[in-house]
């Protein structure tokens, strides 16, 4: 299962890469044709999104695991199985803010 991950990490990883390689072509022809504060929001707004991308991807991977204990049965007594459940919520939660986040900013650039 790790080795999965590793390899989705690693595909994710090119897949960065490689739109960050369209996003600086993009950027290139929008200089000649787009007013310099036009350029900037367009910049911004790829820098958000990667941000958001990163948060939503960190969350995601924190919780697998947590999950996972939870699924199998990897805990040790009712307290450590309820600190696992808070985790996870908590783990839920901001991931759930995190997708509203990247909604607003949708939203506010009208993508």
């Known amino acids: 299962k790790l080795e999965t991950l590793r390899s989705k990490e690693a ?3 090119v ?3 490689e739109n960050s390689k369209g996003f600086k ?3 290139d022809k929008l200089r000649i044709v787009a007013r310099t504060y036009e350029v ?3 910049k911004l707004h790829i820098l958000e999104i990667e941000k958001i991308m990163s948060l939503i991807l ?3 991977y924190r919780l ?3 999950e996972n204990a939870l699924y199998n049965m990897e ?3 009712v307290d450590e199985r309820y600190d696992l459940e808070r985790k996870r919520d908590k783990l839920v939660d901001q991931l759930e803010e995190a997708k509203l986040l990247w909604c607003s900013i949708d939203k506010r650039t009208g993508v």
């Open 11 to 13: 595909w994710l990883q």
């Open 15 to 17: 897949e960065g890469q």
């Open 25 to 27: 072509r993009i950027e």
């Open 40 to 42: 900037d929001k367009f």
């Open 58 to 60: 960190g969350l995601s």
């Open 64 to 66: 697998i695991p947590v």
């Open 75 to 77: 805990w040790n007594g």
